[in-house]
């Protein structure tokens, strides 16, 4: 076994920094239940014909014609401006006409939305399709009232509660594009993305729950106009959607003239009708912002004809979902998962979506089961995270419920494959497929996953390339690596999909040069075949074709599942007073997958105390929000740094995670590492938070970490 790692060590350090030697033991293969085959929606191979290369861009009709279209588009795929894709142009159509309106003569009656509070002793909220209708015109004509109109933007801030999915179907009646930032992040981060989006109206609630608390959620609606109007934006009018009506469970005051109840606003549009305005495929959806290499996020803006089809087309054939399903997607609507496959994929397809409002483990590991047994839900999808939090602290409780899943999916981070096991084994039951899905905010949906009836599982992969969508594997000088060669690289689309970000709000440029500009030889050229995407990831592919990611290529840290840049880590701490420099690097942890380790050096004439530290993180808190609370902050004496003053994040990095530092005979101030291992090292071996040995994937990770820097 030693043996074994220092061989894959000599033979990694002699490859470029990209093109990492990956040996893995290859995973047996789970082929898919008779019975799941039989009902599948994709049980018949042909459909790979008809999204072979050869019939692209067209083969993208099969998913669009799973829509109401006002009107039929002239050219598929638009390719004048690449890399800036317009895909269905000339058709025209609305997404809360096809998600709401156009099941109700068949299915009014239906549960469109069952939501889950976290009380346990709460009644569930049912609304069928006709209610759904009621709220989204009713509250859409609320908006209208307020002068919002197509094209203006509108921030949301809310948690996970019916009235999110009716605000976004609301504004897409409109043509109004809505951008729902995660209600985890703090008020400030929210301001940064009002101000960015230029939105005037804030949407949010005035609390919800979390781990059994009723959380003030209004008081981030303050911080969050304040930090726009810093940046410049004026916030007119503060919408507050209420947990329980008629009563107001935050205790921020209501700002006189800003802030006005939605319930209040409702009571005049009674039975409103608004027509669904009928916008052109190509008109913007939505924003949703993700963690880059700088700074300030990016405004992933997504399309309305592209996307949907998209979304629905992934939804019926990736995650099998059909009109009598009872789905339930297990994440945030405040991420693009939540966005795509809790709120439009499967309302577009018709379904019964379930959200549900806390935490997986609340009031016990076995709560998502439990809601599972109740509400008979068929089709389960989460992250990697929940599933290894769940198989910590409740391994056994899956058995003690009776649900049947047909099918479940997993998205966000690899999975591992003992955890995989947990999953199809116990909570699965050994009785439903296992979809692996990579994607991105980028992407829109699904790109990287098998068919779950003619693909078998195996565990640890995400599969091959979705329908349509064609992946290769390229080293950095743009030469494709053959599969089976053992050999990582950086994993590209080569050419575009319906469902990918049509650019980076007020960023075009920054579209262009984050996601094309690696790869593209002639910047004027109108052919698809000249702009790959680059997705920012690590992938290997094995001889059979599936593909195994391995992580971000970049300066992001994925926590649980959620991108953190480390610029916007470290330019919180560098809000600190005494702060001189900060470093944010990734340290490996058995639930989260990664969590966050800031090193800080001092200015001089301070010293490192217990107030430093936490200014850090309360700084870190109040910008982005506490998923982003570093699992530790070590005050050093100084960074590592090259000759010319760059930090060099791989060093610390492998001094927080007990891996080999490496080379260092580079750095100006090589005497400082031996520094801080003792330092970091002895602290962590007194704390008991000695990580295990890393992996090959996690060693080679944290060895180039920041090499993009
Ligand atoms: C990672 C989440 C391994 C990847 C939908 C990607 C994955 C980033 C997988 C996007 C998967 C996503 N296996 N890694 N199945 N899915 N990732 O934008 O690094 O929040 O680039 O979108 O998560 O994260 P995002």
Redesign the pocket.
Known sequence: MADDVQDQADESAESSEATIAVHWREEGYYPPPPKFIGQANASDPAILNRFAEENFPECFREYADLLHWDKYWDTTLDTSNAPFWRWFVGGKLNVSYNCVDRHLAADRNKAALIWVGEPEDEADVVITYQELYRRVNEFAAVLRDLGLQAGDRVTLHMPMVPELPVTMLACARLGVVHSQVFAGFSGGACGGRIADSGSKVLITMDAYYRSGDLLDHKVKADEAVEAARKEGQEVDKVLVWRRYAGQYSAKTPMVEGRDVFVDELLADHKGAVVEPVSLDATAPLFL?Y?SGTTGRPKGCQHSTGGYLSYVAGTSKFYQDIHPDDTYWCMADIG???GH?YIVYGPLALGTTTVLYEGTPNYPDAGRPWRIAERLGVTIFHTS?TAIRMLRKVGPDEPAKYNYHFKAMT??????EPEVYRWYFNKVGKGEAIIT????????GGFI??GLPALFPMKPGS?GPAALGIYLDILDENGESIPKGSGKAGNIVARAPWPGIFQTIWGQPDRFVSTYFAKYNKDPDSTDWHDWPYF???GAVQAADGYF?????VDD?I?VA???LGTKELESSALRVEEVAEAAAVPVVDDVRGRMVEMYVALKPGYTANAEVEAKVKEAIETDIGKIARPKNIWIVPDMPKTRSGKIMRRVIAATSNFSDVGDITTLANPEVVEKIRQQVQGAKHAKGEVPRELTETEEAEIKSFGAEA
């Open positions: 949703m993700t991420w693009i998962t795509s990697p997993t998205v966000g981070e690899p999975i692996d899905t990579w994607w991105q905010t980028e992407t990287g996953t995400c997705a920012g990831d195994r990611i391995l992580g971000r992001v994925n599942g959620h991108r």
